[in-house]
């Protein structure tokens, strides 16, 4: 029986799987991302860190039926194997990525950006298996997205299906780094969304807060700290996490209204708020659900937490070998 | 060669159309909807017309490959070939549509509602052909929609893809009948849409309006009113096109936010009033969409007009011979 190579290409971190042809991880592991000289080492490392593994565990490539790799944002070209302007990874100019590791490994190699490859992680094996219609939202540095309508990833024309975070929740709300204002991103992603909005919300707050008091005294607070204190009480932090929510359940009752998917998915690291985010925000998309959809679609929680990236990375590599086969 | 029939069964006319394989209507008629005691008529009324005019075409059931009809809103169960509470059509309980139509003709049948067949009548031969994923709106008595993802219609877990009329455009505005506030329907359809927009903006409106006087006046009005005048420079009429175009327009860039698709079709009553709806409700579209999505996902006026229902009402008759056959 062949195996699978997923791969999880972040800023910081790069992990690996192998998995079997079910995506049970076999074995996994780590090494830190060099982005220096433009980002040249990264692919050559990937290359060579599979090449050791395989050494060690007495593989050899005729083991694997291909690889899938998640990157992060940037101009994915999916046909092509292509990376282009990956700012996290020092990548400005095209990466011809999957030429590089198809020489070095004569491996078959797909690539995603990280949004859709957790999408389709949480998709095989997490929150989302078993059904054919589902969403992923991610609200980590930045919210992203993954749409998969009757079993197929939505790429869109123009590679925007899924930009999820970047849907209007407030007209003129605050600019956002895409260019437009009021995206979801800048109210739900960790820093530039919880963070900002409690910075904001605090500046008009007047009141006993610990939260308020933390940024008054130029304390740095984080997206896990608002939610934190709002479990423990505090009036601000509740107001933010309620604002938050509010924005989140909105832009999500959008998705469902278009969809109607059998499950939302929040994953992410906002996400690690739990039920406390859970709720509210489900509230908030009921408000604004159709009614066939409020009954229907299940706003829930990720389930594979970090293994989702290489779970759905080697579900790419799956995916293409059986389309091959046909 | 077989032909198809495609059937648009509205609340006060029901059209037909024989089609040949390619979707090119061959000949159409329409009778009116004979809604009386409880709707009992309607389908019996459809299977003798049906028959009645293969008779005068020299045409026997086997010249069919099968048939397709789009109903009205109300619950469609696509794999049991019923329709449920349709109160356009005096259907309160749960119509056997397929079961009687297959019992009298013997020739395969295909059910849909009406907002979807139209959807799939512009991608099979109108604005959205040669496109994989195509969103339709159409603006009449009500808002609905269509979503054509990868090519394939998607209706969701519970019936509720495509119900772009209730995506929430102003929170705690106007109460739906759905039962929820702000949706676009009260915006942007027809009467309950435009014209109500109209009623509440003349009321709050010191001004010069021809708009105004006919209001005040106790005429009554319609959307194409509203159009016409705003046409002819009338100040109210224009603030009312713009409030309308702003809520469709940002209900588009949700969906385009979350597909992506190459085409969003702008269909129905509504959309007669041509490049005054479609210039400003793109430019919304564009204000709130996603770069790569603005740069790509165009915005369109329908191409079919009133053919829409027939010609996608037989598509759902060939794909469903396509399927047997595979």
């Known amino acids: 029986m062949q195996k699978l190579i997923g791969i999880d290409l972040g800023g910081t971190t790069t992990k690996f799987a192998f998995l079997d042809m079910d995506g049970n991880i076999l074995s996994q592991w780590r090494i830190p991302t060099d982005v220096s000289d433009e980002g040249s080492h990264i692919v050559p490392n990937i290359s ?111 590679g925007g299906g899924g930009e999820i975070g970047h849907i209007t929740v407030k007209p003129n709300g605050f600019l956002c780094t895409c260019g437009k204002r009021g995206c979801l991103e800048r109210y739900a992603s960790a820093t530039g ?10 500046n008009q707050f007047h009141g006993n807060s610990q939260l308020k008091d933390q940024i008054d005294n130029g304390q740095s607070i984080s997206s896990k700290t608002v939610f ?21 359940g909105l832009a999500l009752s959008h998705v469902g209204n278009t969809l109607n998917p059998e499950n939302i998915i929040i994953g992410g690291g906002v996400s690690n708020a739990g039920n406390t985010l859970l709720q509210l925000t489900t509230k908030y998309f009921q408000d604004n659900a159709f009614p066939a959809v409020r009954d229907s679609t299940k706003i829930k929680l990720a389930q594979l937490g970090n293994d989702a990236g290489v779970i759905g990375a080697a579900s790419l590599a799956l995916q293409f070998k059986n389309s091959m086969n046909v």
Chains 1, 2 share one sequence.
């Open 228 to 248: 934190f204190l709002a479990d423990h009480g505090d009036i601000l932090a509740n107001q933010v996490v309620n604002e938050v929510c509010k924005y989140l």
């Open 48 to 158: 060579k860190s599979i090449v050791d593994r395989m050494a060690k565990e007495d593989f050899t490539v005729e083991d694997f039926a291909g690889i899938g790799m998640g990157t992060p944002p940037g101009s994915v070209d999916n046909d092509a194997g292509e990376v282009n302007e990956a700012f996290n990874l020092n990548w400005r100019t095209i990466q011809p990525v999957r030429e590089q590791i198809q020489q070095e490994l004569g491996l078959p190699f797909v690539i995603e950006n990280d949004a859709n490859s957790a999408a389709l992680g949480e998709f095989w094996k997490g929150a989302g298996s078993e059904a054919d219609n589902v969403v992923f939202v991610t609200l980590g540095t930045g919210v992203g997205g993954g749409v998969i309508a009757d079993g197929h990833l939505i790429h869109g024309v123009n």
């Open 193 to 202: 969304g919880v963070v900002n909005v409690a910075l904001d919300m605090a």
